[in-house]
């Protein structure tokens, strides 16, 4: 799979994820889309998924693969920090 079919969960308003999966699968003609959060951001992450799924791309997409996994890194304060991460895979059918 290629990297630029990887969409980043962060700040930006809610519907402009889900925008941008619909338009990897509608004009950007992508086999499969994988959604990447981590922390606070998974639950928003699922969210975009399902959204995407089940009311944007009904009967074209499905759940392929969900990876969850945990990062550790230094953060401002110089302490090592460990955040969750999720990789949800969405796949043409």
Known sequence: MAADNAIYIGNKPFMNYVTAVVMQF????????????????ISRGVDIAEISA????????????????????KNKEDRQVRVSTIEITLVKK
């Open 54 to 73: 089940k009311r944007f791309l009904i009967d074209q997409v499905y759940v392929k693969e969900i990876k969850i996994d945990s990062e550790e890194f």
């Open 26 to 41: 509608t004009t950007q003609g992508a086999e499969e889309v994988t959604i990447k959060a981590r922390g606070k951001f």
